[in-house]
């Protein structure tokens, strides 16, 4: 049996502008073409990246589980390093196929899955929930979440008091949202920096 | 000459560790999960602060440097 590999591709938004079928046709052809098998492929979101890759600040993912001799990864590797659609990739053996992931790529082959067109490469901010529009659900969500016991996070305790110290929801929002400022102030210094 | 006891960051106390074990190896796309385990800068926290064994802390560095090089999570800097 040959072995199942996981890969995560950094694809170029300018080429999935045009087509995401398209661009995934790119990373599945090049599987097939060193003998491999798609198991999976689908879209893992497209968002705001912690660095400039190939002067591009957003890129689109495309998570793939597929198998493939393992005499023919180097060439495949080689080929993806050539590839200018690919801006990064990550391959991993995997034991098996996850749970739910077909179920997940299934519904890209149905009729009415579509890829939004992703937005211009200076649009957003980079947070750690990858988009701005997340890391407002998570903000909102977060007075009702439940702290783990088991993080030592200094940040989770800081949430955890602005949650003890106030049932004021406006006054703990309004605390993140300055958390939130100062986390963007620091990032364009880097980038000054950088 | 008598050492003055530490001031500054160097006196913060570290949370004391208490055993954590993980159920699985840590996943790089769970960036929820690793989030939780790095510091203002993007560092990743030490045994102490996560109180993980060496198995589960190394899953844990795996997964966040898998992270990075995707440029899901930045580099420490």
């Given at each position: 049996?040959a072995?199942i590999?996981?890969g995560?591709f950094v694809?170029?938004?300018e080429?999935?502008?045009?087509?995401?079928d398209?661009?995934?046709?790119?990373?599945?052809?090049?599987?097939?073409k060193?003998?491999g098998?798609v198991k999976?492929?689908r879209?893992w979101?497209?968002r705001?990246l912690a660095?400039k890759?190939n002067?591009?600040?957003?890129?689109?993912?495309l998570?793939?589980?597929?198998?493939?001799?393992?005499d023919?990864i180097p060439a495949?590797?080689r080929?993806?390093?050539?590839n200018?659609t690919?801006?990064?990739?990550l391959?991993?053996?995997?034991?098996e196929?996850?749970?739910?992931?077909e179920a997940?790529?299934?519904k890209?082959?149905?009729?009415e899955?579509?890829?939004?067109e992703p937005?211009?490469?200076?649009?957003?901010?980079?947070?750690?929930?990858?988009?701005?529009e997340?890391?407002?659900?998570?903000?909102?969500g977060?007075d009702?979440?439940?702290?783990?016991s088991?993080?030592?996070?200094?940040a989770e305790s800081?949430d955890?008091?602005?949650k003890?110290e106030s049932?004021d929801?406006?006054k703990a929002e309004s605390?993140d949202?300055?958390?939130?400022?100062s986390?963007d102030?620091?990032?364009?210094e880097e980038k000054?920096?950088a | 000459?008598a050492?003055?006891?530490?001031r500054?960051?160097?006196?913060?106390?570290?949370?004391p560790?208490?055993?954590v074990t993980?159920?699985a190896?840590?996943?790089?796309?769970?960036?929820?999960?690793?989030?939780?385990h790095l510091?203002?800068?993007?560092q990743?926290?030490s045994?102490?602060?996560?109180g993980?064994g060496a198995?589960d802390q190394?899953?844990?560095?795996k997964?966040?440097k898998?992270?990075r090089?995707?440029?899901?999570l930045p580099?420490?800097g």
């Amino acid at each position: 049996m040959a072995q199942i590999y996981e890969g995560m591709f950094v694809l170029d938004n300018e080429v999935v502008r045009a087509g995401w079928d398209a661009a995934k046709q790119q990373v599945t052809g090049l599987i097939e073409k060193h003998g491999g098998e798609v198991k999976t492929a689908r879209h893992w979101g497209e968002r705001k990246l912690a660095y400039k890759i190939n002067n591009r600040s957003r890129a689109t993912f495309l998570l793939s589980f597929f198998t493939m001799p393992g005499d023919n990864i180097p060439a495949f590797t080689r080929d993806l390093e050539i590839n200018e659609t690919v801006m990064r990739y990550l391959q991993l053996q995997v034991d098996e196929l996850p749970e739910g992931e077909e179920a997940e790529a299934a519904k890209e082959t149905g009729g009415e899955f579509s890829v939004p067109e992703p937005p211009r490469d200076e649009v957003g901010t980079y947070t750690l929930w990858g988009d701005e529009e997340e890391e407002s659900a998570r903000r909102d969500g977060r007075d009702g979440r439940k702290t783990s016991s088991s993080s030592d996070d200094k940040a989770e305790s800081k949430d955890d008091d602005a949650k003890g110290e106030s049932k004021d929801a406006d006054k703990a929002e309004s605390k993140d949202d300055a958390k939130a400022e100062s986390t963007d102030s620091t990032e364009t210094e880097e980038k000054q920096e950088a | 000459m008598a050492s003055r006891p530490k001031r500054g960051r160097g006196d913060r106390k570290l949370a004391p560790a208490k055993p954590v074990t993980l159920d699985a190896p840590c996943d790089y796309k769970d960036l929820e999960f690793l989030i939780k385990h790095l510091g203002p800068q993007g560092q990743i926290r030490s045994r102490q602060r996560t109180g993980y064994g060496a198995q589960d802390q190394k899953s844990l560095k795996k997964a966040i440097k898998r992270a990075r090089h995707l440029a899901l999570l930045p580099f420490v800097g």
